[in-house]
């Protein structure tokens, strides 16, 4: 047997189900056999799309997804998506080929791990036929055990070479079993929670990925705490009467205000950066401050402080500290009344609040536009934002049914990243739709993947916001007198293109225009639908929030 065909039958053995990428001829052999013992693979048109589809899926699932590439440039091509899915700590595992070893002369000869290494992307090789698959299984316990993003570099010619006979088993995957957290951790949140007279919760992937939406709802009765999540686990309190939504730059006004009020704030799996607490304005000067994280190198990373470090997985430090209080249980008032729950039911959501409408009959305003669209679009549904001045739209104003009803992609900041990651999470949502919120310059860079959702007749909705400019340095840097030219851009048919494609394609310039959606609501929706909608040029609030956070650090909204 060849060592490429055998790390593809125990990789698919161990687990991998799903894979996205483009083969070549370094990664055909690897791809194939992942194929013939039972994974699904996705090709993709280009290896950035690939990328993201698979950070996507593996958000989504929760599970290891694999992503498969060319040697050299097939894993460049790739970069932008493998260096998000490293930043958001998304289970990946990536199957780069390499050049042999000595390299010689390929045109394809790029050093690899240093290039992965200096992107802060984790690495291995299989280094000979021996110990190939035992290799490849280890990175792919890495991704497991350490839920992290790994590349697993295949030099072809250990891929060519025959498995020989005594060659090493293969790395088994252990079992895993949840981190408690120590007592007096414990005992001493507890008491935080007894005497607050405002606690808020904020719940982030580590949350997520724990399980503990109903643990924390229960402590939240408990300690009379109000329920908001960071950007990345929006949706995961939907339902809840105390849910107050997203913490941070997308918060409603509401959100934002009952946050700066509370004098103890609790991060839950949640990093805490400038994006969850808005620069820090929502950390009121004299509220304490808690970070529950399983990994304790995360606790205080961005936060300008942190009170109290609580050591443990997410949902056996609530289970723990719920029973805490169980037995010697808050006697202050909650600030859970029925007049505050009235006010987070009728002002939670931006939609409910007041605005201009800036419409003029040939644009429309983009508030107006998501508020149409989240009224239209079927319930059941994956929302993905891309970066840009639009960035809000998406984000606030269409509502999700879950946490797995909206999936973030901005730890590295890039545009362009949105359409694959639509597809991806579509992909992982059997019964939903997915929407992808884009802008006209993060759309015209991914395009090329419209073809791979035609293919695979995904019920798939694009939101183009479309202003005909990166419309984030317009209003950044037009208020300062600078020339904009470099920003601005002709306008382009994006209606007509993705027809080109296959789609349905609409131009939005009114609501009325909006019948179309319905139609294709109403319709098997069986191919992907772009709304190019023609927006009013209208400055986001996110503006100002996003270059403070790009002046003060390396923002990870997790």
């Not at 990093?271 to 970070?291: D, F, I």
């Not at 999936?407 to 990651?421: D, E, K, P, R, V």
């Amino acid at each position: 047997m060849r060592v490429a065909d055998a790390i593809g039958r125990e990789l698919a053995r161990l687990g991998i189900d799903q894979v996205f990428g483009v083969v070549g001829s370094g990664n055909f052999y690897v791809t194939n056999a992942l194929v013939a013992n039972g994974a699904r693979f996705v090709a993709t048109r280009h290896e950035m799309g690939a990328a993201m589809m698979a950070d996507a899926h593996a958000r989504t699932t929760g599970r290891v997804t694999a992503l498969t590439v060319h040697q050299g440039c097939g894993l460049t091509n790739a970069l932008t998506g493998i260096t998000e899915a490293a930043k958001s700590r998304t289970p990946l595992l990536v199957l780069a080929a390499d050049t042999a070893r000595p390299h010689g002369t390929s045109n394809f000869n790029i050093d690899q791990p240093a290039v992965l290494r200096g992107l802060g992307v984790v690495s291995e090789t299989i280094t000979t036929p021996e110990s190939a698959v035992h290799e490849a299984t280890r990175a792919l316990r890495r991704a497991v055990v350490d839920r992290r993003t790994v590349v697993l570099n295949l030099p072809l010619d250990v891929q060519d070479a025959e498995l020989p006979d005594d060659a090493l088993p293969p790395a088994p995957l252990p079992e895993l079993f949840p981190t408690e957290p120590a007592r007096e951790s414990v005992e001493r949140l507890a008491e935080l929670l007894r005497s607050a007279e405002r606690p808020v919760f904020i719940a982030g992937r580590g949350a997520r990925l724990s399980g503990a939406r109903q643990s924390l709802v229960e402590l939240g009765e408990l300690s009379g705490a109000l329920l908001a999540t960071s950007g990345v686990a929006r949706g995961f309190f939907v339902g809840e009467r105390w849910d107050i939504d997203v913490s941070g730059g997308f918060s409603s006004p509401l959100t934002a205000e009952l946050v700066s009020g509370a004098d103890l704030v609790v991060g839950w799996g949640a990093s805490l950066n400038t994006w969850t607490l808005r620069n820090y304005e929502l950390l009121g000067a004299g509220a304490t401050l808690v970070q529950v994280d399983e990994d304790p190198t995360a606790i205080g990373v961005h936060p300008p402080r942190v009170d109290l470090g609580v050591v443990g997985d997410v949902g056996r430090t609530a289970e723990a500290t719920a029973a805490a209080l169980r037995t010697t249980p808050r006697t202050r008032p909650s600030w859970r009344t029925d007049e505050l729950a009235d006010r987070i039911a009728a002002r939670r959501r931006w939609r409910d609040e007041p605005y201009e409408d800036t419409s003029t009959g040939d644009l429309i305003d983009p508030r107006t536009l998501s508020i149409a669209l989240d009224d239209l679009l079927p319930a059941e549904r994956v929302v993905v934002p891309d970066g840009g001045n639009f960035n809000g739209y998406p984000a606030m104003f269409l509502g999700v049914p879950d946490d797995k009803g909206f999936c973030l992609t901005l730890a590295f900041q890039s545009i362009g990243l949105a359409l694959s990651t639509a597809i991806g999470a579509g992909l992982a949502s059997p019964g939903r739709i997915a929407v992808a919120g884009v802008g006209d310059g993060g759309l015209m860079m991914s395009m090329v993947e419209l073809d791979t959702a035609v293919r695979l007749e995904l019920p798939l909705v694009v939101i183009c916001y479309n202003d005909h400019a990166y419309g984030a340095e317009v209003h950044h840097f037009g208020p300062e007198g600078a020339a904009l030219d470099t920003v601005r851009f002709p306008e382009t048919d994006i209606a007509a293109i993705a027809r080109g494609y296959g789609c349905e394609g609409v131009v939005v310039r009114r609501v009325d225009d909006l019948k179309a959606v319905q139609d294709w609501v109403d319709g098997p929706r069986d191919r992907p639908l772009v709304i190019d909608a023609r927006i009013t040029d209208f400055a986001s609030w996110m503006i100002a929030h996003s270059f403070a956070g790009e002046l003060g650090g390396t923002p990870d909204p997790s």
